[in-house]
C-alpha cells in the first residue's frame, strides 16, 4: 500500500521528464499544444493512480484486513501462552516427583 501512495507524488516528476526530453525537439509554435497534450495525459494518469489507490484502500478497509490480522495474532499469542502454561505445569510435576 505505501508503495502505491508514493505514486500520488511521482506524477509531477514524471511530467517534467517528459516535457524535459519529449517537448525540446519541436518548433516553439508546436510546443504549446504538444506541451498541453503531455499536461492533459500526465494530469490523466495522476487520476488513474489515484483513484485505483484510494480502490484498494476502500477494498481493505470493507474487508477489515487489519482486525483480521489482529485476532489472528491475539489467538496464536494465546495458543502460544497456553501451551507454555502446561509445559511449564508438567515440568512443575516432573520436578516434584
Do not use: C
Not at 516528476?13 to 517537448?23: D, M
Not at 508546436?30 to 494530469?43: F, H, I, L, N, Y
Not at 494465546?78 to 509445559?87: C, D, M, N, R, V
Amino acid at each position: 500500500m505505501k508503495n502505491s501512495m508514493h505514486w500520488n507524488y511521482a506524477w509531477p516528476f514524471l511530467v517534467a521528464a517528459l516535457v524535459g526530453t519529449g517537448v525540446s525537439p519541436v518548433l516553439a509554435g508546436e510546443s504549446q499544444g504538444m506541451m498541453e497534450r503531455v499536461e492533459a495525459t500526465a494530469k490523466d494518469i495522476g487520476e488513474k493512480i489515484e483513484s485505483k489507490t484510494k480502490a484498494v484502500v476502500q477494498k481493505v478497509e470493507e474487508k477489515h484486513v487489519v482486525d483480521k490480522v489482529g485476532e489472528k495474532l491475539k489467538k496464536a499469542a494465546t495458543k502460544t501462552a497456553e501451551g507454555f502454561e502446561k509445559a511449564g505445569n508438567k515440568i512443575s510435576e516432573k520436578l516434584k516427583d
